[in-house]
């Protein structure tokens, strides 16, 4: 009978530490974020809508209002765990590049309010980037956005020129490179 019992206590053993293993190993590649811009396309530049959305303060901008500058448009949502975690890369991408030239347009999909999004992004060491919010879902349908994060790369005369559909690690030096070598920005 002991036999038996130590038997059973070996293999409950042995599959925790299958399972621990196995946690362990999802965790380092399904909830960390990728390394490098995995899922960026580049497109034929084609024209992207000009979609009006809110910043902090209830005031509405368009994205032509942004013409002129490189725009990296994120649309996230405070739900989304794959968010949570590209949105530290996005605000290093953001710190790495000229701010006349470039802007990270990251624009919060409902729901959420003003202090919701702000708490997030202080929760995700992302404050650096400006509060925009799309309370009616417009950007959605205008991008066939279905699911998120979806990042779409726009040049200075407004056409999208690139596409990434899922989260991204935007901050790194490989990926700054190629942001910068996508815009010719030096």
């Not at 811009?37 to 209002?65: I, Q, Y």
Request: aromatic share 6%; proline share 9%; hydrophobic share 50%.
């Amino acid at each position: 009978m002991k036999t038996l019992n130590r038997q059973v206590l070996y293999s409950v053993v042995a599959l925790a530490a299958i399972l621990l293993v196995a946690i362990a190993m999802v965790a380092r590649t399904v909830l960390s974020p990728p390394t490098g811009l995995v899922h960026l396309r580049p497109e034929d530049p084609k024209p992207v809508p000009d979609v009006a959305f809110a910043d902090d303060g209830g005031n509405m901008h368009r994205l032509s209002d942004f013409k002129g500058r490189f725009i990296l448009l994120n649309l996230w949502g405070t739900w989304c765990a794959p968010c949570a975690r590209e949105m530290p890369s996005l605000a290093r991408l953001s710190a790495a590049m000229p701010p006349n030239r470039f802007l990270v347009l990251a624009v919060a999909l409902p729901p959420g309010n003003v202090r919701d999004i702000r708490a997030f992004l202080v929760a995700h060491q992302a404050s650096r980037l400006s509060i925009y919010s799309d309370s009616r879902t417009i950007f959605v349908r205008a991008f066939k956005a279905y699911g998120v994060p979806v990042t779409v790369l726009i040049d200075r005369r407004g056409r999208e020129i690139a596409r990434s559909v899922g989260p991204e690690d935007w901050g790194s030096p490989e990926s700054v490179a190629l942001i910068k070598s996508l815009t010719a920005i030096p």
